[in-house]
């Protein structure tokens, strides 16, 4: 928005108002562009009127449409011109104009900007609009049944004399249940030929990497978003670690040690005889290959937590079940109190 200086100079601010498009980016008879925030001086800027809370008024937008707007509340209105490419476009610059920062709801633009309220301020409270907003975020499908829930186990806890304070193990077993909405960080570490594109083939239950007998075969980083047991994870299978003189492999084994180290939990994978890769942390030591007939009596199998056969799926369901509870015990998902979220951090904070 505009305003001038004492010396008359004109000056510019950011609006305290962000836009959102709540409808898909492809043409349709009508999309929806949702406004929170100071919205006042933006719709009368946008449209010449500003509706009552409540209200639902037709509007022209400038000289761009002719479109609807439902005033929500006193945050947040929606208007809803034609869908067509070009107007929502030309909607988007005239909000530019008038400083409005544009954000998605579940990104970090609007989060540093809006209250869980703004953004879904179809919600009674702020801890009902956190669980919507882990509704529209969540990853796996065990999520759903906790999060529908969640407003049940929060009226218990509401109701009860004394209130139970929240603990801090309250707190740690929420951390862990948001790996259902976003997901864990699993890599995957071993020495050539140890059969990690195999075993991500086989998690995914079809071909996402190359796999094969010969050493090094894969190169880069490969990783895949797949689901274990309902927990859906992002698996990392790096390339195999060793020395190298070839740059591109060099820059690979990089990017595998960055990997490693922002990963939530480490897998090191062998095969009978090749022992176990180096690595500055190793969290479940899994051996493949287990359908070989010198697996048994390897040091490998000794040493290994689990034994695997890629090949022919063996130990592949007790590969899931462990590394699901590794990350989300199921004392976690049947804990009968309410889910803590984590705090809310959507301070309305404006530059």
């Known amino acids: 928005m505009t305003g001038s200086t004492e010396d008359g100079r004109s000056s510019t601010r950011r609006s305290r108002c962000a836009s ?35 209200q639902v008024i037709l509007a022209r937008f400038g000289d761009i449409d002719t479109g609807v707007i439902a ?42 900007h809006l209250t869980q309220s703004d953004l879904y301020p179809e919600a009674d409270d702020e801890e009902e609009a956190a669980v919507l907003e882990a509704v529209a975020r969540a990853a796996s499908p065990i999520a759903m049944p906790l999060l529908l829930r969640q407003a049940a186990r929060l009226a218990e806890r509401d109701r009860a004399a004394p209130r139970e304070p929240v603990t801090a193990d309250d707190f740690a ?36 990497a190359l796999s094969g007998p010969e050493p090094g075969l894969t190169r880069d980083a490969v990783s ?9 994870v992002d698996w990392f299978d790096t390339p ?8 591109i492999e060099r820059e690979a084994q990089t990017i595998a040690s960055s990997l490693i180290g922002a990963a939530d939990l480490v897998v ?40 695997v056969s890629s090949k022919t799926g063996d130990g592949i369901a007790a590969l899931v079940a462990r590394l699901r509870e590794m990350l989300l015990p199921q004392a976690d998902l049947d804990h009968p109190g309410p889910w803590i979220l984590p705090r809310n951090a959507l301070a309305a904070e404006w530059e």
Request: hydrophobic share 40%; net charge neutral; aromatic share 2%.
């Open 20 to 54: 959102t498009w709540t409808t898909v980016s492809v043409p349709g008879p009508i999309a929806v562009l949702q406004l929170v925030g100071e919205i006042e001086p933006v719709l009368q800027r946008v449209a010449g009127r500003v509706p009552d809370p409540g």
């Open 71 to 112: 005033r929500v509340n006193a945050r947040v209105a929606l208007l809803m011109p034609h869908g067509g490419v070009r107007i929502r476009e030309r909607l988007s610059n005239l909000l530019h104009e008038c400083q409005v920062l544009h954000a998605e709801p579940s990104f970090q633009t609007a989060r540093s």
């Open 173 to 208: 077993r929420g951390e862990r249940l948001w790996r259902l909405i976003e997901p864990a960080r699993i890599a995957v570490i071993g020495r050539p030929n140890a059969g990690k594109s195999s075993l991500l083939n086989r998690l995914a239950e079809f071909d996402l």
């Open 224 to 232: 895949a978003r797949i689901e274990l047991d309902g927990l859906v």
């Open 240 to 247: 195999g670690l060793r020395l190298s003189d070839d740059p």
């Open 268 to 307: 090191s994978l062998a095969e009978p005889g090749g022992g176990w890769p180096d690595a500055p942390r190793t969290h479940l030591r899994v051996l493949n290959k287990g359908d070989l007939p010198e697996a048994s009596a390897s040091r490998e199998a000794a040493e290994a937590d689990l034994v």
